[in-house]
């Protein structure tokens, strides 16, 4: 299993980033798939799922309304995308599958909110 992500960097707060993770290793249209975050000093959160067919999505609190993840399935490919972003959005996001119940994770891509 692998998973790749990309598409972080710096933005200002009220900005966007668009999160992509490609997948690799396993049927990728068959599991579930998240993005969590970990901030210095935190704990890793969940911030979004998406089912396998895409037709449901869970978010955490601190970001519906603000976030979007969606995935397609032909590219093998989940994405969040970002907006009104904040600096408490600061954070390395990393892409996650559970697959036996194992959970495997990308490297993670650093996201920097600041002005």
């Known amino acids: 299993v692998q998973l790749v992500e990309s598409g972080g960097g710096l933005a200002q707060p009220g900005g966007s980033l668009r999160l992509s993770c490609v997948a690799s290793g396993f049927t990728f249209s068959n599991y579930v798939m998240s993005w969590y975050r970990q901030a210095p000093g935190k704990e890793r959160e969940r911030v979004a799922t998406v089912s396998t067919g895409a037709s449901s999505t869970i978010y955490a609190d601190s970001v519906k309304g603000r976030f979007t993840v969606s995935r397609d399935n032909a590219k093998n490919t989940v994405y969040l995308q970002m907006n009104s972003l904040k600096p408490e959005d600061t954070a390395v996001y990393y892409c996650?599958?559970?697959?036996?119940?194992?959970?495997?994770w990308g490297q993670g891509t650093q996201v920097t909110v600041s002005s």
């Open positions: 996650n599958v559970r697959r036996v119940l194992r959970d495997y």
